[in-house]
């Protein structure tokens, strides 16, 4: 099967998406705060096969400084054929010219980000909505 890769928001059906994001699994994340967020991101990637989205990403990102990579994910099918790093790789390209690329990995996920040449900051902080959540699921260090 060859993947069909979509950056248009048209023709992507949200609920669809967020049922990726539930079974990749990436978390609860509702059809419409997806339109939103995808909305909002200057770059973005779609990878459909079949009819169907196998992968997606995108990075908020403002044309010169920052990018930030965030809601990366590739269907359960799917993984570990190395569609997540063309994900990260079509993305990376949308990318140039930015002086940092930023991301926070799902614990246990670094090593995918390493073989793709990200390295540990060592300052990096976060304020999370939900605070006590970010420390149970590993995300933050107690101060
Ligand atoms: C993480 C994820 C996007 C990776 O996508 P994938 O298509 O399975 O990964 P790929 O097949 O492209 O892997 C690329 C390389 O990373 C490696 N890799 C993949 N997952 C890894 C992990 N958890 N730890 C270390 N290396 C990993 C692969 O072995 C491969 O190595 P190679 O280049 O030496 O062959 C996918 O597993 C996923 O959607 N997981 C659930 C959602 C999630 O956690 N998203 C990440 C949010 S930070």
Known sequence: MSIVWVDDLAGIDWNELSELYRIAPLGNK????????????????????????????????????????????????????????????RLLVHCRGHRKIILYAVPGKEGFYERLGFRRMTTAMAIFEDQAGAYGRGYLTAP
């Open 30 to 89: 509702n059809p419409a705060d997806l339109a939103l967020v995808f909305g909002n991101s200057m770059f973005r990637v779609f990878a459909n096969e079949d009819g169907r989205i196998v992968g997606a990403g995108r990075v908020l990102a403002d044309g010169r400084d920052c990018a930030y990579l965030c809601d990366v994910a590739v269907h359960p099918d799917r993984q570990g054929r190395g569609l997540g790093r063309d994900i990260i790789e």
